[in-house]
């Protein structure tokens, strides 16, 4: 048990922890950030640390809260988008909800579409209204801000302390441009420094000055506020009399509008902050007016404390739900949507991840599109050995001649009929090799959530960080931190595609349903670009590693076993298939490479289904050479020890072969004969051998033209033919089992004078590489 005098002193120290801070909201942030992850469940002082923070907070709460009572924040918002919970949760970052006033809520906006044209005179009716009751008070504080498309980056002190301060009775926030109507700008007093012309998604002031401002003359809920605001300014009598003051160097606000290179971010003590770096200011509202709302979303990922260097993602967790695996009737309903719409290698393995999603199949509905005639043997396949675990389940043919912007659309009605709770878009690109991916993304509540998938080795991902105007990919700032995985967390981003989870709240709304026809934009683009119209927030998660992409572009079906040729553009992928279980343990420095000849090795390289596709593509192309020393295919078309055999080349396999001896011979060459080294191997005579009794049963003593030799078996001996194997001559020693999949090495030239021995029944196959000639 933990003593009362340590408690006591805990509480000291922990109270002058708390005191350092101003704002009630950083208190209790970042005290419980500190304490409850770092402490929480270890021992029995992560409790009382709590309980402690909790009464700490209370009571600094009541203070500040107390000297602020003088303060109330307006802002107006009449729908809970992702913008305006932002909002909320920066407001309660630094702890002023109870100052808040929110105007508008579930009512119709009446302002204009201020997308697209100037508006905006609602939100000044509704704020008339709002302070009828505090029109003589001239003590009272008022802070009014737009909600969407701000964040709050510091406490309600701070701002208030600043704007005293400034020696003003109503402050503006500043901007670069003046909008809406130019021609006012040469009336613009001259600014010796900082940003000219006002901007009205942010004000401060006291309530008798501000309430005058909004009487000076009527105005219609779709008229311009900011014209509004403007021309009160602009008005000399108005201004000296309230004493309108502008935040020129963003002391206060930053709007980002063509203002976005004037700030960075900084990391302190491991918490993010803004710094504007033309005037040296932090301001503590930061505004997306604009086209600059893409820039908010990016930084907003960072700021009001939602990302830390040292503890990660914070913002991760807000609205965040656990589901109980010892209760799958819990779990909400997902449709899975799959799309093939392109030929795609190593289908067969996403389809296996996708079956081993640990999410109860009682929950799931199955619809499956494939628009690729070639890979409907493996999509019947699938849905043949699982379909009827799901809750139900649809496909679409090829042959139904369905597009894709139909298809998508077909989907998404499917899990409006199945009244399902989450819509999990998967394009058969996406490799989900956590099995979790599904649960974790239904867990992190979000209108549209994606996983982090990367191309293996590349930078190559299924999210962009940012776009140009036209919009297309731009670098982000962090992107290849992301990518890296060397930031983890949740990201606000204004690009996804590939596999994302959608709250099927958005496709039961026609304001909300994703669009995938926008002009003549692809399905992919044009579900972002609708989104970012739409304010929808997009985020990439990559809490956790929730698999990868394969690459679809080198993909040929026209060639026999295509996958066979994905080495060089999907390694992960081709390794997984087919390279053997063992190889690893060919470098276990605790066993000792099998040697069943002098200085020849015996090591497990590649599985049995490779042999086999291999086999398949050499007897597809069917043209093996005569076996006659006349071979036109090499230099001086002259073979001295000629074998029935393809070459690599001739099926279209050399480079991705040489890649093979690079990557997966050259490690076991220097492994066992030490001290020979070269990078790349080279190797010119890389074929396939087919010994029969009629047509070449065996190959007469020779020595190899090369440094060391090559020779994985292909098929069985004993089951696939009788006889066969190399004898090497010198040592009187001869190989005659090797398994499929198996690589014999050996040196080519002077010791291991060798032979091929005679098959007796059957067909045997082997490949042959002479390496370093």
């Given at each position: ?107 119709t ?29 001239k ?8 909600s ?38 040469s ?10 012309f ?11 000055d ?137 289908l ?56 894709e ?11 409006l ?16 090799d ?10 992190q ?24 105007d ?38 039961s ?25 739409r ?22 079906i ?13 390694k ?39 042999t ?14 005569d ?7 090499i230099?001086g ?19 991705s ?15 066992v ?24 049963p ?10 060391y ?39 080519g ?25």
């Amino acid at each position: 048990m933990i003593g009362r005098k340590t408690v006591a002193l805990f509480s000291v120290l922990l109270l002058n922890y708390v005191n350092r801070f101003v704002s009630v909201g950083e208190v209790c942030f970042s005290a419980r950030q500190d304490g409850y992850e770092n402490a929480s469940y270890k021992c029995e002082l992560s409790n009382i640390f709590k309980e402690v923070v909790d009464q700490l907070c209370k009571k600094k709460n009541e203070t500040v809260n107390g000297a602020l009572n003088d303060v109330l924040v307006f802002t107006v918002a009449t729908a809970e988008t992702d913008g305006y919970r932002r909002y909320l949760s920066s407001v309660d970052t630094y702890g002023f909800r109870n100052n808040l006033n929110v105007l508008g809520m579930g009512e119709t906006w009446q302002g204009g579409n201020i997308m697209t044209h100037a508006g905006g005179g609602y939100k000044i009716n509704l704020l008339k209204k709002a302070l009828e009751n505090y029109k003589d008070d001239k003590e009272k504080i008022i802070l009014f801000t737009d909600s969407y498309d701000v964040i709050f980056l510091g406490g309600l002190a701070k701002i208030v302390d600043k704007f005293k301060n400034m020696n003003a009775r109503i402050l503006f926030s500043a901007e670069g441009s003046c909008w809406p109507d130019k021609s006012l700008a040469s009336k613009y007093p001259i600014a010796t420094q900082g940003k000219r012309f006002l901007n009205s998604g942010g004000f401060v002031g006291y309530f008798s000055d501000i309430y005058e401002i909004l009487h000076y003359a009527a105005i219609e809920n779709t008229d311009d506020d900011q014209l509004f605001f403007t021309k009160a300014y602009l008005n000399e009598n108005l201004r000296e009399k309230h004493n309108i003051k502008l935040d020129h160097k963003s002391d206060i606000f930053h709007n980002l509008y063509a203002a976005v290179a004037d700030v960075e971010l900084k990391f302190e003590g491991g918490k993010a902050s803004l710094v504007n770096s033309v005037y040296n200011t932090k301001p503590l509202i930061l505004h997306g007016n604009g086209h600059s709302k893409l820039s908010l979303n990016s930084l907003g990922n960072y700021l009001a404390q939602a990302w830390n260097s040292e503890t990660g993602c914070v913002m991760c967790w807000e609205g965040t739900i656990e589901l109980n695996k010892t209760m799958p009737e819990t779990y909400p309903v997902v449709v899975i949507a799959i799309f093939i719409e392109r030929s795609t290698p190593f289908l067969e393995e996403f389809f296996g991840l996708i079956y081993n999603q640990a999410y109860p199949k009682s929950k799931l509905h199955l619809f499956v599109r494939n628009n690729v005639e070639y890979h409907q043997p493996i999509a019947n396949e699938f849905m043949r050995k699982h379909a009827r675990e799901y809750r139900s389940y649809k496909q679409i043919l090829a042959s139904d001649n369905v597009n894709e912007v139909d298809a998508r659309n077909l989907a998404m009605d499917y899990c409006l009929l199945k009244q399902c709770s989450g819509y999990f878009s998967v394009d058969s690109i996406s490799h989900l090799d956590n099995e979790y991916t599904l649960k974790l993304l239904v867990e992190q509540q979000r209108g549209i959530v994606a996983p982090l998938l990367v191309r293996p080795y590349k930078m190559w991902s299924n999210f962009w960080g940012a776009i140009m105007d036209d919009g297309f990919y731009a670098r982000s700032f962090d992107y290849l931190e992301i990518v890296k995985n060397e930031r983890r967390g949740l990201w606000n981003v204004p690009f996804i595609n590939n596999c994302y989870l959608i709250n099927a709240t958005l496709i039961s709304n026609k304001e909300t349903r994703p669009s995938y026809s926008e002009g003549d934009m692809d399905t992919d683009m044009a579900f972002a670009h609708a989104n970012r119209e739409r304010l929808i927030f997009m985020y990439v998660s990559n809490r956790v590693d929730f698999g990868h992409l394969v690459n679809p572009d080198s993909y040929d079906i026209s060639m026999t076993n295509p996958d066979m040729y994905q080495m060089l553009d999907n390694k992960l992928d081709w390794e997984k298939r087919y390279i053997h279980e063992n190889y690893s343990e060919n470098f276990n420095p605790d066993k000792t490479p099998i040697q069943p000849c002098p200085d020849v090795y015996w090591f497990p390289i590649v599985n049995e289904r490779f042999t086999k596709e291999l086999v398949q593509i050499m007897e597809a192309y069917g043209k093996w050479s005569d076996g006659t020393n006349n071979d036109p295919r090499i230099d001086g078309g002259y073979e001295a020890v000629p074998t029935r055999d393809i070459h690599m080349k001739q099926v279209g396999f050399h480079e991705s072969w040489l890649y093979f001896l690079t990557e997966y011979v050259s490690p076991l060459q220097e492994h066992v004969f030490i001290g020979y080294y070269t990078s790349p191997p080279r190797a010119l005579m890389n074929f396939v051998v087919r010994y029969r009794p009629d047509e070449q049963p065996l190959l007469k003593p020779h020595h190899d033209s090369s440094t060391y030799t090559i020779n994985i078996a292909l098929n069985r001996a004993g089951v696939d033919y009788e006889g066969g194997g190399c004898r090497f001559i010198r040592y009187n020693c001869s190989v005659t089992d090797t398994k499929p999949g198996w690589m014999l090495m050996h040196p080519g030239r002077l010791t291991h004078y060798h032979e091929g021995l005679r098959v007796n029944n059957g067909t045997r196959y082997i490949m042959i590489s002479f390496i370093d000639p």
